[in-house]
């Protein structure tokens, strides 16, 4: 472990998903903390200054949106969730709390990794300021500050709000938008519970920049949840 | 030697007597003959002898009227606080029942059965305070006079002259437990009087004269003594039936008393009672409602409507008749119900009338062979006397403002009557002028009495009497010598005059019969109508809603009244409806009053004896002993809702109510149950699959994760990576089938909520084939969405999962590599979403069998899932109001069709700037 590895925090209370995730993380490289309750786990977190926190849901202590209302309390660390398959509920409210991203048990170790990876960079992004603007994802490219969007080097017109929404799931690539969370940025507050608003400037979006509008590249849609802008490695 | 056992059922029935009565508190009445008698002392001493006891004894209300030995008796005893209440200015003491069942001794004194409560209070009467007293186990004292007793209250007035107004129901001192004569000879009394013990003196020269009276108190002794010895001889009935001792009396006996809108009907009730009561007889009390009677002013009407409520009050069962013919009707009634007596007032025609025209009781007398006619004689007063209306008030609240009854254009319809009269009279005449000279007088005549009959027939009797006498004076004026002038020469004329005019009457008369006749037959076809309709309404109807609402519109149809049922929560506290009222319903029910209702099954409200005060009626909603609810009703009009034949229609639509809600409850049960046990079955062929399917995948996942942690080092990196994918392939159709029974147990708890919200269909296509990417790799797949398709208003997470379902198994039976389609149409009023493959197609016949749970069309481990898939893709697709059907296609392969209802609504979106 050299002190430039990434380090990771895992409050998770099932001791054969920590091991496993232990081993897995340690192979690709990260420093791994663990701790069994909600508690145990914002002081890791204080202490430890780490770079990633993955989450469980379904702690014996506490709740885990309060553990994500406690850290966003202070830090902008990334914090990926991981849900039972019940938890919908619990997923939306993490991911709208701030929750980076989710994963629903049972998952692969390299769908896990994938996600590391893009909270990592996008954390990173943010950090060194939005000066690369421009999003390059298979054939499409956002470039944010020239308002600019193209397919495969054809210029698309986009309406303002259909702009809007590309750039908010373009700023947040790789990341799973919430309904909220993407009806705050594109509408502000008072629209709120028109979700189908998002659907329908969404399906004209796709209409625009897929192929084949059932069969998405890029605007992924996390059922129930919201959606996401799909990058490479991913 | 036990040749007389009792009856199994009759002790039966005692038993459940003696139950009820257990639970219920016990009356001692302390009886007597006249005021000053004493009771209230000797209740008093009474109650001290069982405070000595170490009872809870405490004083609800007792009278002293001053005597000073009398209140010396108090001491000592807890007494309740009295309500206090303003009554136009005065501040008046009434006893406190919420405070007394609050406080709940074992015994409360309650003085003077028969008080009147002040207007407001929750029961008119004292003696309804204590039968809720008891009711609630609370023992109670109280004290009466003889004169308060309902069925004697008329003989009494008659002795004394002086008419008591409160009165007590005959039933009420029946029941009670014990009765205690309180006895003092009159002489005692008048010298307990004359010392001033019993009135304040100012008051006793003026009761001296008038009530007390030697002569009024032997009397009333006489009936007090009498009163109390027919209890003890009912008591010794008890006994002996307890203890099978032959009757000895005749069994069944049935009396009937016939009542008319006249003076006599009251006394012939209490009469009616108490030869009732003297035989221990069942007794009914019958009004025959002939045409003629029918067409009685309003207030003689409420008047023997008030008179069979007195009847109901003093236990009998009361009964309109409506018939031509009262005599008939009588004895039909009579012979069907069993009567052997029958109490009748003397009959009302006399002298010659009675002769000729016959009189009730005459035709009784002949017809009724088998059945006694007890006659009772009217007094002085005329036959007909209009009946004094105590309680006219009750009936004679004015209807709320917009509903008076308008008043009905009838002085039209009438005079037309006599305009016809004229009319007819005159083609009659010129008819008689073209014809006179060529047909004899007699056919005119005819021809006139022609016009007469047309006019009795149609207008009435007025009006045909004016077309006789206008006939007559023609014929004489026009037709009989002398001509022009109404001189008849011929005395014969005379006769012809009166038979036209005897015509004319009677015909109308019999008409206006006939007319009576076919209105109250359209009146009762029409109620019969109302029954059926709702009968059968109630019959269809579907949930408990639907009940009430059926029940609201037929009621406000009948009665005219606002109303609305209510129902209890699970407590028994009963709530206001949580739907949105229909515009019949009432609103502003007292809660309060309803739950009375519901706790007691008995009515009250406006025009009953209980809470009077309220501006609603409520009656239960009860089926045997069990209330449902309770309806609550404004009244338009009293009359509508208290005339017998209302009543009976009110009371068959309430047990009607009560069934129909009896039969929903009974069903939902009786489905519960169904549930039950098909969830236990399915729990059932649940465990044995899932032991099956689960074992299979683990023995795998054990056997390769073992492999590799045993032998590690001697295996290759390609086994190993053969067998740590195995462990995950198989791991995740573990999880694919936990999933499944998962959601099947949700869908199956019906607690899946479904979070409907508007999708286009392509963004859930989309989800469904990202998600199984992987399982479809190799497989082209064709999506087609027709344009037209609006967004549908589903569960999407729900939905996908069906199309998920349907890809899965069509992947699981079909050649790897053959096609797949996904379509979606709108047809009519539906989305039609298919998913199609180019397999081997469903096994014929198996259609619908494919979507029971369990079912697998082969039953190979390689192809697990346990059946559940479509079961599932059913059940979604059913809380969403669609359906799901399975078929092969023409050019081969299978194709499964998921129909959903559009929704009336799509979104609208503001366009975009």
Known sequence: MSKTDPVIIIVEDEMAIRQFLRTALRLQGYSVFEADTGQRGLIEIGTRKPDLLILDLGLPDMDGAEVIKAIRAWSTLPIIVLSARNQERQKVDALDLGADDYLTKPFGIDELIARIRVALRHANRKEQSISNDVLVTGGLTVDLSKRLVSVDGREIALTPIQYRLLAVLAKNAGKVMTHRQIMKEVWGPPYLDNVHYIRMYMSQLRHKLEIDPAKPQYLVTESGLGYRLKINDI | ?913
């Open chain 2, 1 to 913: 030697m036990n040749l007389e056992r009792p009856d199994p059922d009759q002790l039966l029935a005692r038993v459940e007597r003696d139950a009820a009565k257990a639970k219920r508190g016990r009356l001692k009445i302390f009886f007597g003959a006249a005021a000053g008698v004493g009771k209230t002392y000797a209740m008093l001493l009474a109650a001290r002898e069982r405070r000595a006891e170490n009872l809870d004894v405490i004083v609800g209300v007792v009278e002293t009227h001053g005597r000073q030995d009398t209140a010396a008796l108090l001491n000592g005893l807890e007494q309740l606080p009295t309500r206090q209440i303003n009554y136009r200015g005065n501040v008046l003491h009434e006893f406190d029942i919420d405070a007394a069942l609050k406080r709940r001794p074992a015994l409360i004194l309650v003085d003077e059965l028969a008080h009147t409560n002040v207007p407001g209070s929750r029961h008119p009467k004292r003696w309804q305070d204590i039968q809720e007293l008891l009711e609630a186990g609370i023992d109670v004292y109280t004290a009466l006079n003889v004169q308060h007793l309902e069925s004697l209250n008329d003989d009494i007035s008659q002795i004394s002259g002086i008419r008591v107004w409160e009165t007590v129901p005959d039933t009420v001192f029946e029941e009670a437990d014990e009765v205690e004569l309180v006895d003092l000879p009159p002489d005692e009394l008048l010298t307990r009087l004359k010392e001033g013990k019993v009135y304040i003196p100012q008051q006793v020269e003026l009761a001296m004269r008038s009530f007390f009276r030697k002569g009024n108190l032997i009397a009333l002794r006489e009936l007090a003594l009498r009163q109390t010895a027919n209890r003890v001889d009912a008591d010794m009935l008890d006994y002996r039936e307890d203890h099978a001792i032959r009757e000895v009396w005749q069994v069944g006996e049935r009396i009937l008393v016939c009542i008319g809108p006249n003076m006599l009907a009251e006394r012939l009730v209490r009469a009616g009672k108490r030869l009732a009561a003297g035989l221990r007889a069942d007794w009914m009390v019958a009004y025959v409602e002939t045409p003629k009677l029918a067409r009685l002013p309003a207030e003689k009407r409420d008047a023997v409507l008030r008179i069979l409520r007195l009847a109901e009050q003093l236990g009998a069962e009361t009964v309109t008749l409506s018939s031509p013919d009262m005599s008939e009707a009588i004895i039909r009634f009579a012979r069907a119900r069993n009567i052997n007596k029958i109490v009748v007032g003397k009959p009302s025609r006399r002298g010659w009338k009675r002769w000729l025209l016959g009189s009730v009781v005459d035709v009784l007398i002949s017809h009724a062979h088998n059945i006694n006619i007890y006659l009772l004689g009217s007094r002085q007063q005329r036959e007909d006397d209009v009946l004094e209306i105590v309680e006219s008030s009750l009936f004679k609240k004015p209807p709320p403002p917009g509903l008076r009854q308008r008043i009905p254009p009838r002085l039209q319809k009438r005079y037309r009557g006599y305009v016809w009269a004229v009319a007819v009279t005159i083609i009659s005449t010129l008819f008689g002028h073209l014809m006179f000279g060529r047909l004899e007088l007699a056919n005119l005549v005819m021809v006139f009495l022609l016009g007469v009959v047309y006019i009795a027939m149609r207008f009435g009797r007025g009006p045909s009497i004016l077309a006789s006498l206008l006939g007559v004076g023609m014929i004489d004026v026009l037709f009989v010598r002398p001509y022009f002038s109404l001189t008849v020469a011929d005395s014969q004329y005379l006769i012809t005059f009166a038979v036209m005019l005897i015509v004319g009457v009677v015909i109308s008369n019999l008409m206006i019969n006939v007319r009576a006749q076919a209105k109250v037959a359209a009146h009762r076809e029409r109620r019969a109508a109302v029954l059926y309709a709702v009968s059968k309404e109630l019959a269809t109807s579907q949930t408990e809603q639907d009940i009430v609402t059926i029940a609201v519109k037929h009621l406000y149809a009948e009665f005219s009244s606002p109303n609305v049922i209510l129902f209890p929560d699970t407590a028994g506290h009963l709530l206001y409806p949580r739907q949105p009222g229909l515009s019949q319903s009432l609103r502003g029910a007292d809660l309060s009053v309803a739950q009375w209702v519901f706790d007691h099954n008995e009515m009250a409200g406006q025009g009953t004896y209980t809470l009077p005060g309220a501006a609603a009626i409520y009656f239960p909603v009860s089926d045997a002993d069990k209330v449902l609810g309770v309806l609550a009703l404004l009244p338009v009009n009293l009359r509508r809702v208290f005339l017998p034949e209302q009543q009976k229609l009110l009371e068959t639509f309430l047990r009607q109510i009560a069934q129909a809600l009896l039969r929903i409850r009974f069903s939902e049960q009786a489905k519960l149950t169904q549930m039950q046990i098909e969830a236990e079955r399915l729990r059932n062929s649940l465990l044995s699959a899932i032991s099956h399917d689960l074992r299979t995948p683990l023995a795998s996942i054990v056997g390769s994760a073992s492999t590799l942690a045993a032998n590690e080092n001697q295996m290759s990196s390609q086994d190993r990576r053969e067998l740590s994918l195995a462990i995950v392939d198989e791991a995740e159709r573990m999880t694919n089938l936990v999933n499944n029974i998962l959601d099947m147990a949700r869908l199956d708890a019906g607690i899946a909520e479904l979070n409907k919200q508007w999708y286009p269909v392509e963004e859930i296509v989309g989800v469904v084939l990202s998600r199984l990417h992987k399982r479809l790799a190799d497989r082209p797949v064709d999506v087609c969405i027709a344009p037209d398709v609006p967004m549908l208003h589903v569960d999407a997470v729900m939905i996908e999962q069906v199309l998920i379902n349907l890809l899965e198994n069509a992947t699981r039976y079909t050649p790897t590599g053959s096609a797949l389609e996904i379509r979606a149409e709108t047809f009519e009023n539906n989305i039609e979403i298919s998913v199609s493959d180019h397999g081997p197609g469903i096994p014929k016949g198996l259609e619908e069998k494919l979507f029971e749970k369990f079912y697998q069309v082969r039953h190979e481990t390689a192809q697990s899932g346990v059946g559940l898939g479509l079961a599932i893709c059913r059940a979604i697709v059913e809380v969403h109001g669609g359906t799901i059907r399975g078929k092969n296609q023409p050019e081969g392969g299978a194709v499964f069709t998921v129909t959903l209802p559009n929704e009336p609504m799509p979104p609208q979106f503001s366009a975009e700037p």
